[in-house]
């Protein structure tokens, strides 16, 4: 099971750190990965990071102000949010992947969502 953070409503140029705790099984072996679903809109890769938290991929629209990390010591990814944009909006989740993906389909196990809002 992964637990995303409670996200919240923030102003455009503000940040944000979301996390991703795993439960009832240990996901330090997988690759994590964090998507994007805006209202209208489909389900959009933002950022994945391999097991070992070496190797790390973004969206070229959160390149330069969005990071992820993880610690499998604790079972947690993160994903911090800098410099926020209205378009930054939607509902994020966060997901585990045998290797680093970038389409949805390619992920086995999900959060249930957490809501960013940005205003201008």
């Known amino acids: 099971q992964l637990v995303e953070s409670e996200g919240g409503l923030v102003q455009a140029g503000d940040s944000l750190r979301l996390s991703c705790a795993a439960s009832g099984r240990t996901f330090s072996s997988y690759a994590m990965g964090w998507f994007r679903q805006a209202p209208g809109k489909e389900r959009e890769f933002v950022a994945a990071?391999?097991?070992?938290?070496?190797?790390?991929q973004y969206a070229d629209s959160v390149k330069g102000r969005f990071t992820i990390s993880r610690d499998n010591a604790k079972n947690t990814v993160y994903l911090q949010m800098n410099s926020l944009k209205p378009e930054d909006t939607a509902v994020y989740y966060c997901?585990?992947?045998?290797?680093?993906?970038?389409?949805?389909?390619?992920?086995?196990?999900w959060g249930q969502g957490t809501q960013v809002t940005v205003s201008s």
């Open positions: 997901a585990a992947a045998p290797a680093v993906r970038v389409t949805p389909v390619q992920y086995d196990y």
């Open positions: 990071i391999n097991w070992s938290g070496a190797r790390t």
